[in-house]
């Protein structure tokens, strides 16, 4: 699938060597969008003062020697040396063409790498919060993309299943019953089986006693204690599920990859790093101390991976993790999406690894730093308790309103297909939020807002999806058999379809950045540009029979594009709205 950006690129570049010699033949040309035509080049400013000639001139010799008649109608030097490159309609129509039969949507296929991304990452026995929402979507979204892109994506869902915590949730669990009540809160309100467990823990001496037995049974591999404890995380993960399957992501039980995962290998993580002389001990602790990492008044920080009572902690287990990514699971590439104040912790876990030899240099690690979600008041979502705010209800909130709307504006729908609606513009709308902003960036939570129908929104985009269904329902035409052939007569069908050959560059650029929202914005931009199509080329009234077939076929693109790319953020596109 041709794309006119790195199509230009290509033909400058051989325009490059042959005006100016062949080392500069792989000089990159620099294409980039002009607001005077579609593209420009703008190489010649940069190389001009290398060869001490005026810009102008360098445009010049590169314009005499590019050939571009295929594919270019106008190309001329502006400015102080810039190349504008304006395409031909024809070139745009059939390249658009092209995509009608592509089930690709233009999605180029890549060379495949294995990568496990590591996100979501709950607690067992807790609530999962706002604050999990980010890592979660955000993950999933480039699970989606990256598995397009051809990559083959190893889902890691690093639950916190193991520590201290879990000798009072076992003695809590065994006290209130397995079978109890109080037990089925795991599945439904963890956080009350937490704080009862934290509550008698506190408060009771002999209980406290119990439970930091059980801790060390737990360590010791009792075989009751490890049955209650599977209990645990079972009941937890049910509960996962519920929030996963209503965020409609795609996280599996398969894909439970918890910090019990990495326990028998922390001792031996321990003990080559203190063999190979990376780690020492200092003030009781078995610790490494990297290079430019230090704190207050250029004191070293230390990461701590053995404590002073003999435990272990984040850094172990991720230090483990890094390593059995690598030699397990053959990693080209890791990424974690994780909040961003964890970004030092990962910097200095890495340059550990790579001490070690665990990490090879050819192994990229990439930490997709979350920001925070905020109220409109401007400071971390809460509750007016104070307390983080449980993400089942944030999501049933969101249906809800969206069902309002919904109801709002088609009374004429039965309340099953209202229903199905709102949950998926209600879901859409949080998830598409949260995308469409830069991930380490802060964003303000706001219903109203998100579940607009104008603006960079969910709803917008899912509209503009149902807009095209009903015209080829209003039609008596099934999108797929809108063929064409497209044929470009005015500037609203161009702009659409030129912005149609952007979606595969698009996805790619969220495949090398790790950043969704690159992915939202060109969808936005398309959305927009269909808009425009809509209001000034009719379809159903075109009197002309090839303009009517042309302007279906570019709908039809436009619908796959808009289904495709909501599909790789998670986003579903409902058939009416």
């Known amino acids: 699938m041709a794309d006119p950006q790195e199509t230009l690129a290509a033909r400058v570049q051989s325009a490059l060597g042959a005006a100016l010699g062949a080392e500069f033949a792989d000089t990159d040309p620099v294409i980039r969008p002009s607001q005077f035509a579609d593209y420009q080049a703008n190489a010649a400013l940069a190389l001009a003062k290398r060869l001490g000639r005026a810009p102008r001139d360098v445009a010049a010799d590169v314009v005499a020697q590019l050939d571009v008649d295929d594919l270019c109608r106008e190309v001329e030097i502006s400015g102080p040396g810039f190349i504008n490159l304006t395409l031909r309609d024809d070139w745009i129509a059939a390249r658009t063409q092209d995509l009608l039969g592509d089930p690709r949507a233009g999605v180029p296929r890549q060379h495949p790498q294995t990568i496990p991304l590591d996100y979501s990452a ?3 026995a807790k609530e999962m919060h706002v604050g999990h929402l980010r890592t979660t979507v955000v993950g999933d979204a480039l699970a989606r993309t990256l598995e397009a892109l051809g990559h083959d994506v190893v889902r890691q869902n690093h639950i916190g299943d193991w520590g201290t915590p879990f000798g009072m949730l076992i003695e809590h669990l065994l006290e209130a019953g397995e079978d109890s009540a109080e037990a089925g809160l795991l599945q439904t309100d963890p956080n009350a089986f937490y704080q009862a467990a934290r509550t ?4 009771s001496a002999e209980f406290a006693a119990r439970a930091r037995k059980r801790v060390v049974e737990l360590q010791a591999g009792d075989a009751e204690t490890l049955r209650l404890w599977r209990e645990l995380v079972d009941f937890s993960t049910v509960y996962f599920n519920k929030v996963y399957g209503r965020l409609d992501v795609t996280l599996t039980d398969s894909d439970l990859a918890g910090e019990s995962t990495y326990n028998p290998m922390l001792p031996a993580v321990c003990e080559e790093l203190e063999r190979k002389g990376i780690a020492e001990i200092s003030e009781g602790a078995l610790c490494v101390f990297l290079d430019g990492f230090t704190g207050r008044e250029d004191k070293p920080i230390p990461l701590i991976v053995r404590k002073s009572d003999g435990g272990y902690g984040y850094a172990t287990t991720d230090l483990a993790t890094v390593r059995y990514r690598v030699e397990q699971l053959a990693a080209d590439r890791i990424v974690y999406v994780v909040g961003a104040p964890q970004a030092l912790h990962f910097k200095m876990v890495w340059e550990t690894a790579r001490k070690a030899g ?13 920001g925070n979600v905020l109220g409109t008041d401007g400071k971390i979502l809460r509750t007016r308790s104070g307390r983080s705010i449980r993400l089942m209800e944030l999501l049933d909130e969101a249906v809800e309103r969206a069902a309002k709307v919904v109801g709002d504006n088609r009374p004429d729908l039965d309340d099953s297909t209202r229903a199905a609606i709102a949950r998926e513009v209600g879901i859409g709308a949080v998830k598409y939020a949260d995308l469409s902003v830069s991930h380490d960036t802060e964003y303000v939570f706001d219903f109203d807002r998100m579940l607009a129908l104008n603006g960079n929104t969910g709803p917008y985009l899912q ?7 009903s015209i080829f329902r209003k039609g008596g035409i099934a999108p797929e058999d809108a063929t064409g052939p497209v044929a470009i007569t005015e500037p ?4 659409l379809a030129l912005a149609l050959l952007g979606f595969g560059p698009a996805v790619a650029t969220v495949g090398a950045t790790l950043e969704p929202h690159r992915l939202c914005g060109y969808l936005f931009d398309l959305a927009q540009a269909f808009t425009a199509f809509f209001e000034h080329c009719p379809v159903l009234q075109a009197d002309d029979p090839a303009v009517r077939e042309s302007r279906f076929a570019l709908i039809a693109a436009t619908l796959q594009t808009l289904v495709t790319g909501l599909g790789l953020l998670g986003v579903r596109a409902p058939e009416q709205m």
């Open 122 to 124: 709950p607690n067992v």
């Open 200 to 203: 008698k823990f506190d408060d």
């Open 358 to 370: 665990w990490l090879p240099d050819d192994v990229e690690t990439v930490h997709v730093q979350i």
């Open 463 to 469: 509209y503009a999806a149902a807009r095209i269904r």
């Open 492 to 495: 609203a069908e161009r702009d």
